[in-house]
């Protein structure tokens, strides 16, 4: 085995022991998104749960739009910050992010979002949370007030387009910023206002695990957050 797997290997490993059971306080607990934490530099993608992008919007009862995506963000925020936080571990997925239940004074955090309707139970991965949803949805709460595209087909559409435009069909913008190597992809707010400059070092990626393995991370969203 090469030394670099072997050291892949140990850092992953290192993760998952140290992951399984994580209280932190505020100042070691980071939003990135709806879905997604940094706890004392690990990241935690909540498991069952797939929240509305960043810059995605949804339909309103009354024809228009929201910033679902913000108020996912925001929402988040409010359950989790300046509050004790415990995270399980259900593995690592392709990002190594750990799987995880959040809860915050014995409540679970990932059904609170799917609960005030902010978050959709992400079935294709688990049935967790798909009577939260099922009641959700029957109150008409956030995303449920109208009908609106999922936040898995909105990052589809997304791909999609961006993919026949960039080079070789590799969508993800590589940019190198004062707060480093940040990738955009397609679905992200800053994705039209990037521009790649492959003179400064920057780069075409044709998946986030391509661009995770060469040194860039996704951005922040949360208040406060570099981007």
Same mark, same amino acid.
């Given at each position: 085995?090469?030394?670099?797997?072997?050291?892949?290997?140990?850092?992953?490993?290192?993760?998952?022991?140290?992951?399984?059971?994580v209280?932190?306080?505020?100042?070691?607990?980071?939003?990135?998104?709806?879905?997604?934490?940094?706890?004392?530099?690990?990241?935690?993608?909540?498991?069952?749960?797939?929240?509305?992008?960043?810059?995605?919007k949804?339909?309103?009862?009354?024809?228009?739009e929201?910033?679902?995506?913000?108020?996912?963000?925001?929402?988040?925020?409010?359950?989790?910050?300046?509050?004790?936080?415990?995270?399980?571990?259900?593995?690592?997925?392709? @990002?190594?992010?750990?799987?995880?239940?959040?809860?915050?004074?014995?409540?679970?955090?990932?059904?609170?979002?799917?609960?005030?309707?902010?978050?959709?139970?992400?079935?294709? @991965?688990?049935?967790?949370?798909?009577?939260?949803?099922?009641?959700?949805?029957?109150? $008409?709460?956030?995303?449920?007030?109208?009908?609106?595209?999922?936040?898995?087909? @909105?990052?589809?559409?997304k791909?999609?387009?961006a993919?026949?435009?960039?080079?070789?069909?590799?969508?993800?913008? $590589?940019?190198?910023?004062?707060?480093?190597?940040?990738?955009?992809?397609p679905?992200?707010?800053? @994705?039209?206002?990037?521009?790649?400059?492959?003179?400064?070092?920057?780069?075409?990626?044709?998946?986030?695990?391509?661009?995770?393995?060469?040194?860039?991370?996704?951005?922040?969203? $949360?208040? $406060?957050?570099?981007k």
């Amino acid at each position: 085995m090469r030394q670099g797997n072997q050291l892949r290997l140990l850092t992953l490993a290192a993760l998952l022991l140290a992951a399984c059971s994580v209280k932190v306080s505020a100042d070691q607990l980071h939003v990135v998104d709806g879905d997604t934490l940094d706890v004392a530099g690990v990241r935690y993608r909540l498991h069952g749960i797939d929240a509305p992008e960043a810059g995605q919007k949804c339909n309103n009862t009354k024809g228009g739009e929201w910033a679902c995506g913000k108020a996912a963000i925001s929402a988040l925020e409010k359950l989790v910050l300046g509050r004790r936080l415990h995270c399980d571990n259900r593995g690592v997925d392709d @990002y190594d992010r750990i799987i995880a239940v959040c809860s915050v004074a014995g409540q679970d955090v990932n059904e609170l979002m799917v609960a005030s309707g902010l978050a959709w139970a992400f079935r294709r @991965y688990s049935e967790d949370y798909t009577a939260t949803e099922d009641q959700a949805r029957q109150a $008409g709460k956030g995303i449920w007030q109208a009908p609106t595209q999922t936040a898995w087909d @909105y990052r589809a559409e997304k791909w999609l387009v961006a993919e026949q435009e960039a080079p070789d069909g590799c969508p993800i913008k $590589g940019n190198i910023s004062k707060n480093g190597k940040i990738y955009h992809a397609p679905w992200s707010p800053w @994705y039209e206002k990037t521009k790649v400059s492959l003179d400064q070092g920057e780069r075409w990626f044709c998946n986030e695990t391509e661009a995770l393995k060469a040194g860039w991370r996704a951005p922040y969203w $949360g208040t $406060g957050s570099q981007k």
